[in-house]
């Protein structure tokens, strides 16, 4: 089943916003590019192509350019081919105390940007909101439960119900 999100001017706008303050406090270096809005040294090979040892140096490789559907920033690598759908995934494995820095952002996109996580997004729900839909499907599914419990009892143990009376 295809599902599709509509995304707002102002959900997008401010996705790119969130994007620009987590690159700049980035852990890695990053340029402006020619070609690409932001060029880095990639944080997964640290820029360094192929070849003799004594002939490695540290290169620009790394691009973050405008995701194809407007939503925020993507990471790609040319020379190890690391790529990276959204900011959240880079912040996750680059940044000190990735874990907390990521949750902030998936929970700062879903505040404050009108819920922009979760399905249908580059970005995935945060853990807290997670858990409480997980909690609500649970209690929804123990609900149901107790009810054909409750019926099944009902039927076993009470005495039937006459319909002959019009």
């Given at each position: 089943m295809t599902y599709h999100v509509s995304h707002t001017p102002k959900q997008l706008q401010g996705i790119y916003k969130l994007d620009q303050m987590l690159l700049n406090k980035a852990p890695f270096k990053t340029f402006p590019g020619k070609t690409t809005e932001i060029r880095c040294i990639c944080p997964y090979c640290d820029g360094l192509h192929s070849g003799k040892a004594k002939d490695r140096t540290r290169k620009v490789t790394g691009s973050i350019f405008k995701h194809k559907n407007g939503e925020g920033y993507c990471f790609?690598?040319?020379?190890?081919?690391?790529?990276?759908?959204?900011?959240?995934?880079?912040?996750?494995?680059?940044?000190p105390n990735g874990e907390a820095v990521a949750d902030w952002y998936a929970t700062y996109r879903w505040?404050?940007?009108?819920?922009?996580?979760?399905?249908?997004?580059?970005?995935?729900?945060?853990?807290?909101?997670?858990?409480?839909?997980?909690?609500?499907?649970?209690?929804?599914?123990?609900?149901?439960?107790?009810?054909?419990?409750?019926?099944?009892?009902?039927?076993?143990?009470?005495p039937p119900r006459d319909n002959t009376q019009a």
């Open positions: 790609k690598c040319i020379a190890c081919k690391e790529f990276r759908n959204s900011m959240y995934q880079l912040a996750k494995e680059n940044f505040e404050q940007l009108d819920r922009a996580a979760g399905h249908g997004w580059s970005c995935p729900l945060p853990k807290k909101v997670a858990k409480s839909f997980a909690e609500a499907r649970a209690n929804k599914s123990m609900s149901k439960k107790a009810s054909a419990a409750a019926k099944v009892a009902a039927e076993r143990f009470l």
